[in-house]
């Protein structure tokens, strides 16, 4: 993984950058202490780290503003950062960059039943949305398994998903309205309360751009109703193959569930171990599946799963008889990470989505690439979306083992666009996928791609080296000619 | 509503132009004569008519590709056109410029039940993607009204609502995937049978970008199993801002109807003269409620919906019995446009949204617009969405009265964006509502707008004059420069 050359000059302009940074924010909010940057060095993609130049914690966005058009005059790269539990590297720093946290963003600004939804700064967690709305009955829907400490506005910058965003969709279908900064200190309303909007859909286009185009300084989301109860089943099957067919099969079927997770046997035996949450351990697969909606339209559903289940050769069926019982179902699911913590010393987390009926297929091959690298594989995933999440388990202090691992990793995915799927879908690129992203774009869809970051931020300020493999310069792609020491925008024509 | 002064070169040398169009595409397929391209004047939007230079009708994306590259290469305007059903004159053709008509795009490519998915050409219709997939029980969700003649292609350029998008979103929570070509005659690639997709969000950008960015040239959408029963309430009020509270109070319950649609008094008496639907005719305002589920739950629902109806003065409550009486309910809704006619030489059907919890203000402001004006309003509209479809009515044969009404119309869009809602909500902005976004947007919005269009292209060959009030050159904007006679990007770089 290469990153771009760091910027000597900005780096030898650091106290000058530190004095001016000072005039814009309070001192408590400009870091520059090397044993407080190291706080910051790494997000969840804990392999890579890098102590930045300095961390800056606005609380404003006109604060946020006058940083960017800062950095963008002087031409600093700027690392945006929520809660620093991105798994692909999103928020990993730069030695010559500002890394701007958004820690300080942390209010609910407005719940609105009438329009059924919350404005938020992005600071706030995504069970912080929940939590302000749950005693009117209300809810957030995406729920990423780090949702206690994950912030809404990262939700936004990786389009996060989770258990429920089968049924209830990935952040982008719950997201009404954002305020973004450009890199020019300029400030976008995009969305609102209402309805669809006008003009091109900046809303779609910045969820999930992986802080390249913006800086987000508050967020609308929708909240739903709680569903009047759910209730979940374990089915567990002789061979991952026929728990991949039952889902492809329940899904034929028109039915939803509000979430649909798969485990093979090694996950099952390392979450039962782990939290004793009364699974089968004699299947290779094991599916829980719960459907929420009014008792009668569950039990209804749960009937048809089960037939399904049945006629793919399911051999443990056992259905949640209380809301502790479903809870304890899950409690394995959630904990299956750190129960694989416990059987080998490290393990690298990947996120692929394949067509849902590509699942058999694809856990073959995984099996027989597991064999052929000599490291075992766990497969614990969002199987309903055909969102994978294989755990590689390695040693790092074994001498070559996390570069096999990596290869593998690199296997997989590459497997999941061969069948016609897509190398993230919930992690976000960052640093970790962006050398894969050519084997997923043809050059023609990448430079458009590019010519989409050139439209927001022409000087590649806004986390450089992140998601794509290398830059071109705008210039040379849209023979833009940018004057030496002119700024690409300066002063805007009037309409 | 002023169009960009048409390129007397371009159209001298129409005749040179059809030759060269002859040599990519059949002759037949080629349409130049007067009188045939007549069919092509306008749209949905009759107010507005122009007769296009040529018309193309390609039927493949390989000859799509090369009418835009020819196009590009001799800097010639492209119109897309769909099924020409656009109320906002989305496809209003230009003097000098070639219609892309894509009415010869109109196969079903695929259903696929385990992905969820139906891939189409873009000139199927809407209806046409449930007709390949209801013997299974499956349906396409997003219905405008003139489903049985637009095009999904065009549902995409225009992100279409419809009755149900209440509860299952508009065409962009709908939409998976698109084949699409670029100004230059490149081909993406976007999205997929898979959820989510890395890089920056194109899916959703293309959505609703209404001719303005490329050519859909294949379209993949999610379907749904149709709901078990739905059951249609109508409720009648003695205050349209009764009625509006209510539907606020529905939602602020958690409450999502499958439809939530009101009309007032003119419209109910319209409809009702027109197809007996059964609404009662001594209310100033009519929801007609429909909740879809398991029969039990909708049982439920309905009740709750009828007690909130009640703690809002509802003085009519009438549940239907049965399918037929349901589809009679619908059958004056959809019949009020029409019904309009009869009322009325003339009418103009606007469309805007606003937070859900504003339409009683809204609708007391437009009975003081229509004493204002002295023309009468007819109101219509998709209320649990907050979307308006005011009908004007006026007499295009008395001199002003067209005027009059645009200028109504204009006063009732400019009222949405005051309290925070926007231009419109499903109808695309077109050269309707073009001249408004200012409105709208603030200089720094449009301008980010712009750039978006200039990464797509550049030189505004793409339904020019459409959307957005005028056009910057990409030049000034972005400080790029481009060589007399040289392509903005001819020779991409290589990664």
Not at 42 to 67: H, K
Not at 427 to 446: P, W, Y
């Amino acid at each position: 993984m290469q990153m771009p050359e760091p910027d000597r000059g900005v780096i030898g302009r650091k106290r000058e950058i530190i004095a001016d940074l000072q005039e814009i924010l309070p001192q408590e909010s400009v870091i520059y202490d090397e044993d407080e940057l190291r706080a910051y060095e790494n997000d969840g993609l804990t392999a890579y780290r890098q102590i930045p130049l300095i961390v800056v914690l606005p609380e404003t966005t006109d604060q946020v503003s006058q940083v960017l058009q800062y950095c963008h005059e002087n031409s600093i790269k700027v690392v945006p950062r929520g809660a620093g539990t991105s798994l692909s590297g999103g928020a990993l720093p730069l030695e010559d960059g500002i890394v701007l946290g958004l820690g300080k963003f942390n209010q609910i600004l407005e719940t609105d039943f009438e329009n059924r939804c919350v404005v938020a700064q992005p600071g706030v967690t995504n069970l912080g949305i929940t939590n302000a709305v749950e005693h009117a009955g209300f809810y957030y829907a995406p729920d990423p398994s780090s949702q206690i400490a994950c912030s809404i506005g990262g939700n936004v910058a990786e389009n996060s998903g989770g258990v429920h965003c089968l049924k209830y969709g990935l952040t982008t279908n719950n997201l009404l309205g954002l305020k973004v900064v450009l890199i020019d200190g300029s400030i976008l309303e995009i969305g609102g309360k209402h309805l669809d909007s006008e003009g091109y859909d900046l809303l779609g286009l910045m969820t999930g751009s992986e802080g390249l185009l913006g800086v987000v300084t508050e967020v609308t989301v929708r909240i739903l109703q709680k569903p009047a109860s759910a209730r979940a089943v374990l089915l567990g099957f002789e061979t991952s193959e026929a728990a991949g067919d039952c889902v492809a099969s329940v899904i034929a079927e028109g039915i939803i569930p509000g979430g649909m997770e798969m485990m093979d046997r090694p996950a099952i035996h390392a979450a039962e171990d782990f939290v004793k949450a009364g699974y089968p351990l004699d299947v290779d697969a094991l599916l829980i599946v719960e459907l929420d909606g009014p008792p009668v339209e569950v039990d209804h559903l749960l009937e048809r799963v089960s037939e399904i289940a049945k006629t793919h050769g399911a051999v443990y069926n056992r259905i949640s008889e209380s809301d502790e019982e479903r809870a304890r179902f899950w409690a394995g699911r959630k904990a299956a990470f750190p129960a694989v913590g416990r059987l080998s010393p490290d393990y690298y987390c990947m996120d692929g989505t394949i067509p849902r009926n590509k699942l058999p297929h694809v856990l073959t091959r995984m099996r027989e690439m597991s064999e052929h690298y000599g490291l075992g594989v766990v497969n614990v995933f969002h199987a309903g979306d055909g969102n994978l999440h294989p755990l590689i388990m390695y040693d790092a202090n074994k001498p070559g083992d996390l570069e096999k691992a990596e290869e593998f990793g690199g296997d997989i995915l590459t497997l999941c666009v061969e069948v016609g799927g897509v190398l993230t879908g919930e992690h976000g690129v960052g640093v970790e996928k962006r050398d894969l992203m050519g084997s997923m774009f043809s050059e023609i869809d990448l430079n458009q791609q590019q010519r989409v970051k050139c439209a927001f931020d022409p000087d590649s300020l806004l986390n450089p080296g992140k998601v794509f493999p290398q830059l071109h310069r705008c210039a040379e792609l849209g023979r833009m000619h940018i004057h030496r020491g002119q700024l690409p925008f300066p002063d805007i024509p009037r309409f």
